[in-house]
C-alpha cells in the first residue's frame, strides 16, 4: 500500500440502519447515521454520528463489517451514561437531542470496514422468552430459550448478558444460515424451521450470575452494500447462582 505525503485515507460510507420492537414498518423508528463519508489522516480521530426518533430506546451498539464476512459487536453505552470508552472506541450520548457518536482514536488501515449503528429498548416485541429466575448450582449446565418471529431470509441472533452495573457484554452470535455455534463455555441450539434458539452455558460460575437476553437483528442487501434493517428485540432472562456449598460507514484504504 502506498501512502500519500503520510496519510491514511479513510473514506467511511454510512448506511441508514432503524429498529423497532414494533411488527408493523408504519410503527418503526429510524437510526439516523452521518456523514455517508469521512477522510481522516491515520493517527486522527474519526467520529461517527448517529440519531435516532424513539425516546424509549436506551441500549445504542455500534458494529462492525469487514468485506466479506459478517458484522461483529464493536461497543455500545446505555442511556443512564453519557460517555463509555473502550480501547481505542468511545461512545458519547446525548439523551436530550437523541444523539450518539462513536470516536475512533489513532485511525489504523485495519479500520477500514463498514460500521452500523443501532438503538433499541432491553424489553420489547418479537423476541419472547422464560423471563423466570433460574437458581443454579456452581459447576452444572444452563440452558435459556428464546423464541422469535421474522420474514426475513438472512438474520442474526445475539445472547447478552446484562450485569448489575448496567454493563451488557456480548456472549454469542447465531447467524440463520450456520448450525449451532460455540464460543467457549457458550454454545446455542439453533431450530430455525421452529424460529427458536437456545443458549447453553456449561460449567455455570459464579460470575454467571446476570440477567440474560437475545436478540434478533435481520439484514438486507441493497446496492452490494450490507444495510442493516435490525429489530434486535428482546425479553431478559435471569440467573442467580448458589455457590455449592461443598465446593452504514466504509473505511477505505487506497492502495
Known amino acids: ?77 446505555r442511556s443512564v451514561v453519557s460517555k463509555h470508552e473502550d480501547k481505542r472506541f468511545t461512545v458519547f450520548f446525548n439523551k436530550t437531542v437523541k444523539h450518539f457518536s462513536l470516536h475512533i482514536s489513532t485511525s489504523q488501515p485495519e479500520d477500514s470496514a463498514t460500521y452500523f449503528c443501532a438503538a433499541r429498548s432491553i424489553v420489547a416485541q418479537n423476541v419472547i422468552q422464560d423471563q423466570s429466575d433460574k437458581f443454579m448450582q456452581e459447576g452444572i449446565t444452563v440452558t435459556l430459550d428464546c423464541q422469535y418471529e421474522t420474514s426475513s431470509s438472512g438474520y442474526y441472533i445475539f445472547w447478552y448478558k446484562l450485569l448489575s452495573s448496567g454493563e451488557i457484554i456480548f456472549l454469542i452470535r447465531q447467524s440463520s444460515s450456520s448450525q449451532n455455534s460455540k464460543s467457549g463455555r457458550y454454545s446455542t441450539i439453533f431450530q430455525k424451521e421452529k424460529k427458536s434458539i437456545s443458549l447453553i452455558i456449561s460449567t455455570l460460575q459464579l460470575d454467571d450470575s446476570a440477567k440474560y437476553f437475545c436478540a434478533l437483528w435481520e439484514l438486507t442487501v441493497c446496492e452490494a452494500i450490507v444495510k442493516a434493517e435490525q429489530k434486535p428485540q428482546s425479553l431478559i432472562t435471569e440467573i442467580s447462582l448458589l455457590q455449592n456449598p461443598g465446593s452504514h460507514e466504509h473505511l477505505q484504504y487506497p492502495d
Open 1 to 77: 500500500m502506498n501512502k500519500l505525503l503520510g496519510a491514511l485515507c479513510l473514506i467511511l460510507w454510512f448506511q441508514l440502519g432503524w429498529v423497532s420492537g414494533q411488527q408493523e414498518k408504519s410503527n418503526r423508528q429510524q437510526v439516523m447515521q452521518n456523514p455517508h463519508s469521512l477522510i481522516v489522516q491515520e493517527g486522527r480521530t474519526s467520529i461517527l454520528n448517529c440519531t435516532y426518533d424513539n425516546s424509549a430506546f436506551d441500549y445504542f451498539p455500534w458494529y462492525r463489517q469487514y468485506p466479506g464476512k459478517g458484522p461483529e459487536f464493536l461497543t455500545a453505552i
